[in-house]
């Protein structure tokens, strides 16, 4: 079993930052990818950004690349989603979630733990 919980969502501003953080519990952390995910009101949850085992390797959404970073840091147990130049279409609950192997998956049928998500609000 693994427990995810994230943190750092809120109100910002067209153009500002904010860094989401997942920590997680229950199995060796090093030993599994991670992902963040998201669900804007009336649309499927889709794909923002992926992390391997070690850090290594990292995967973005088009819609993200170059604004998002996602990293980890495995002695803390914690994933994080650095969100820069943040839109207002940026808007949604934001889910961490656990692939239990060591290679990235990119769709939310490949996960297998989620979080249970905090809102990001980003105002025009």
């Known amino acids: 079993q693994v427990q995810l919980v994230e943190s750092g969502g809120g109100l910002v501003q067209a153009g500002g930052s904010l860094r989401l953080s997942c920590a997680a519990s229950?199995?060796?952390?090093?030993?599994?990818?991670m992902g963040w995910f998201r669900q804007a009101p009336g649309k499927e949850r889709e794909f923002v950004a992926a992390i391997n085992w070690s850090g290594y390797s990292t995967y973005y959404a088009d819609s993200v690349k170059g604004r998002f970073t996602i990293s980890r840091d495995n002695a803390k147990n914690t994933v994080y989603l650095q969100m820069n130049s943040l839109k207002p279409e940026d808007t949604a609950v934001y889910y961490c979630a656990a692939h239990l192997s060591y290679t990235v998956v990119r769709t939310t049928t490949g996960m297998d733990y989620w979080g249970k998500g905090t809102l990001v609000t980003v105002s025009s």
């Open positions: 229950g199995r060796t952390f090093s030993g599994y990818a």
